[in-house]
Every structure is written in structure tokens, then in C-alpha cells.
Nanobody
Framework: QVQLVESGGGLVQAAGSLRLSCAAS????????MGWFRQAPGKEREFVAA????????YYADSVKGRFTISRDNAKNTVFLQMNSLKPEDTAVYYC???????????????WGQGTQVTVSS
């Protein structure tokens, strides 16, 4: 069992930066791949980034590649999403999730956080 709590969301101007954190409870955290997803108003939830259990493999959605960076600190049971050069279209609720495999597919993720709101103003 893994419980996930996101933080770090907020309101930022376009071209600004935010760093999201996802704190996990449970000793099994290092065994899980982690992902970030987002859901904008009126849209389906979409994949943003994923990282393998050891951090050696990362995946990104094309829309965030080069601007966002996913990382993790297994000693602190935390995964991060550094978001730079933010755009208004990045506005969404951001969710972290845990999976047994490094994946872009939402159905692969078993555990989910409650989400944190990111709003980018133009």
C-alpha cells in the first residue's frame, strides 16, 4: 500500500517555474515507478512524465519535453516535477501516481494522490 500526497502547486505567470513534490508513505516506495499526470478543465487526464524505480529511465509527453523534469529521492520517499517555461495550456490539476512498471499508460498506475492545482496566467 502506498499513499501519495502532492504539494507545490499554485498560480504562476507564463514563462515562470514551479516545482511539484509528491510524498509517499510506505516502505515499498523505492519498488515503484512513479508518474505525473494532469487534467485540465473539460479534458481527460493525460500523461506528463514517468520515472523508473531507480531513476535511470524517464519518459515525457511531447508537450512538456525540454521544459519539465521528473526526479525522485528514494531516501525521502519523494518524487518531483520541475516545471519551467510554463504556458497557460499547462494549467491543470496535477496528480502523481505509483506503478509496478515505468509506463505512460494511466491504467498501469495503481495508487494515486489527490492532486494539486497549477494555474498559469498569460
Amino acid at each position: 500500500q502506498v499513499q501519495l500526497v502532492e504539494s507545490g502547486g499554485g498560480l504562476v505567470q507564463a514563462a515562470g517555474s514551479l516545482r511539484l513534490s509528491c510524498a509517499a508513505s510506505g516502505r515499498s516506495f523505492p519498488n515503484y515507478a512513479m508518474g505525473w499526470f494532469r487534467q485540465a478543465p473539460g479534458k481527460e487526464r493525460e500523461f506528463v512524465a514517468a520515472i523508473s524505480w531507480g531513476g535511470g529511465i524517464t519518459y515525457y509527453a511531447d508537450s512538456v519535453k525540454g521544459r519539465f523534469t521528473i526526479s525522485r529521492d528514494n531516501a525521502k520517499n519523494t518524487v518531483f516535477l520541475q516545471m519551467n517555461s510554463l504556458k497557460p495550456e499547462d494549467t491543470a490539476v496535477y496528480y502523481c501516481a505509483a506503478s509496478s512498471s515505468t509506463s505512460r499508460a494511466e491504467y498501469e498506475y495503481r495508487y494515486w494522490g489527490q492532486g494539486t492545482q497549477v494555474t498559469v496566467s498569460s
